[in-house]
């Protein structure tokens, strides 16, 4: 989808360079057909000349039809191009809620891992703290916290999972809906 819309651009532009060129020679072959045909027509070459003035002018015309054939084509590429920008436009509001869900689930794993990581090393804490055998005021304070990132830890996993089915069921309803789409598409 990135890329998409650069691509029909890149080709629109090559398109119209490619009829411009077209166009500038069917302008110099008409102008030699011209000046072969101003110079006389009698003479030894005459016979070579009227081939010439005539095979310029023919080339200059399939120059020319190139030309439109070659602007038609771009004007296909653009309406294509716009026609490509619309369906992205349309497929980005219509997964817009799965793109929210694919957030959200990013936040809710991060948020999760870094209250695991948190508990975790209180946890070492403790288990140092207890095997140096410290204080009891120490260790109070340590449980105390570590209590305290044990319900944080477990709160933020309670809100994970409906995050996290959210999460799959908007992705398998995309994934079913663009399978359907693609077997349309054939």
Do not use: W
């Not at 023919?58 to 590429?77: A, D, F, G």
């Amino acid at each position: 989808m990135k890329h998409g819309v650069t691509a029909s651009k890149e080709l629109m532009e090559y398109f119209k360079e490619r009829a411009n060129l077209d166009e500038h020679n069917s302008k110099v072959l008409l102008k030699l057909a011209h000046k072969v045909g101003s110079s006389g027509a009698s003479g030894t070459f005459s016979p070579l000349l009227i081939i010439l003035k005539t095979t310029a002018e023919r080339l200059s015309e399939l120059h020319s039809q190139m030309m439109q054939k070659t602007t038609e084509l771009v004007k296909s590429i653009l309406k294509y191009a716009d026609e490509l920008h619309k369906k992205h436009k349309n497929v980005k509001e219509e997964e817009s809620s799965t793109q929210d869900a694919v957030h959200h689930m990013k936040e809710s794993t991060a948020a999760v891992q870094k209250a695991k990581d948190l508990y975790q090393s209180r946890l070492q804490e403790l288990e140092k703290l207890r095997r140096d055998n410290a204080s009891t005021k120490d260790i109070e304070k340590a449980e105390t916290k570590l209590k305290k990132h044990q319900d944080e830890y477990k709160s933020l996993a309670e809100k994970h999972n409906p995050i996290k089915q959210e999460f799959e069921q908007r992705m398998s309803a995309t994934c079913k809906v663009n399978v359907t789409d693609l077997n349309n598409f054939r």
